[in-house]
């Protein structure tokens, strides 16, 4: 009987002994396994295992830098020291408690095919800033930010102030680099249109080079008038309107990591609808007209046809071709609204506009008048004096 007991004792120590081996494993794997998917914090360490600097995160070159002001004061320095047509393509950031450290990627003017890279450093706390050309480099995130430098020292000709960079810089920024793209890149800009948008608006690349062919003094006499901008959960949005009344939709997610819409109706963003919502009745009708303008200017005869009322195009335009020619030879090449009377009759509103071929005093001038039904949300149908 003792024996027996003495078996069962030594039975349950095993298995216990078993239990806690399972449990330590599994434990560890667990605890591996997390750290892997986390970003480890590690002590920087010198070749003769001191401790340097602060602890950073091992992911150090992994943070792009998005800040306008950061990016382009850095891009000034560099400019200044460096090469005045030097132009910061990218960069990476690492923080730490005295010393800001920046990867830089460029390129001198409009040679993008070779590289040059620097580590720029900044002391904030006495306004001084280094930088040193990277050799030998073949990407942004290869270069190494970890430093064990605690303090710059000021030479008399190293000093640092950021330059403030808002949102209407970062507009004019854009619209300005957009139009140099159409204008001798338009393959480049090509891509860089919204993919959906592409898609509805320029199918072909045929397609988007008559739209330039077509449209190339406007965009070279645009500039910005209005903007507006908001940041989203993944990239911030720029609404930008130029003084042909043209709207613009940029949707950045790095300084120069953006994609752009031409209009504002092919694709109707957010911003457009809750902005639309708010206005009245005939701010909505002079909207409505105004996105009409841009449709026959930009020769997006498809679009405007479609805001077209069913009567209408059965009584005068029973295919698109007959009203493209007729919008070719009975509107302006480029139509600018100068004066709009509205006036509501019964379910529609009845706009007399006065348009314009320009903007100077010897621009000529034009009267037309539009019907226009208003629907559901941003919907609309149009029609117009037929002479």
């Not at 004019?172 to 509805?200: C, F, G, Q, T, V």
């Not at 405007?304 to 009567?311: H, I, M, V």
């Amino acid at each position: 009987m003792k024996d027996s007991k003495k078996i069962i004792v030594i039975i349950c120590i095993i298995l216990v002994l078993i239990i806690c081996v399972i449990c330590g494993v599994l434990l560890y794997l667990s605890t591996n396994k997390d750290n892997g998917n986390a970003n480890e914090l590690q002590q920087l360490t010198d070749e003769n295992g001191n401790p340097i600097g602060d602890t950073v995160n091992v992911e150090y070159s992994k943070e792009r830098l998005n800040d306008p002001t950061r990016f382009f004061s850095v891009e000034k320095y560099i400019q200044y020291n460096y090469n005045e047509n030097f132009v910061a393509e990218d960069m990476n950031v690492l923080y730490s408690e005295r010393i800001t450290s920046y990867a830089v990627q460029g390129r001198i003017g409009d040679n993008s095919e070779n590289k040059v890279y620097f580590i720029f450093r900044v002391d904030p706390q006495n306004g001084t800033y280094s930088m040193e050309e990277q050799n030998n480099v073949n990407s942004l995130d290869s270069i190494d930010l970890r430093t064990d430098i605690t303090e710059i020292n000021n030479t008399g000709n190293n000093t640092f102030e950021y330059t403030t960079v808002n949102s209407e810089q970062m507009c004019r920024i854009y619209l300005n680099d957009y139009k140099d793209k159409e204008l001798n890149n338009p393959e480049e800009a090509y891509s860089m249109l919204d993919d959906e948008y592409k898609k509805i608006r320029f199918p072909t690349y045929e397609d988007f080079q008559e739209y330039i062919n077509e449209y190339r003094n406007i965009i070279q006499n645009s500039v910005l008038t209005s903007y507006y901008s908001e940041i989203k959960d993944d990239y911030t949005e720029y609404i930008l309107v130029d003084n042909y009344n043209n709207s613009y939709t940029v949707r950045s997610t790095g300084i120069w990591d953006y994609k752009i819409m031409l209009d504002n109706y092919t694709i109707k963003v957010d911003t457009y609808d809750e902005e639309y919502s708010k206005l009245d009745d005939n701010e909505k009708v002079q909207a409505n007209v105004h996105i009409f303008l841009q449709m026959i200017n930009t020769k997006d005869y498809a679009h405007a046809y479609e805001k077209l009322s069913d009567g209408f195009k059965s009584n005068y335009f029973n295919t698109l071709e007959s009203f493209e020619d007729y919008i070719k030879n009975n509107w302006f090449s480029y139509n600018i609204l100068a004066d709009i009377d509205i006036s509501e009759e019964a379910n529609s509103y009845v706009c007399d506009v006065t348009l314009r071929d320009g903007a100077g005093r010897a621009a000529n001038q034009t009267n037309k008048t539009i019907i226009m039904q208003l629907r559901e949300g941003t919907d609309y149908v149009m029609s117009f004096t037929v002479e």
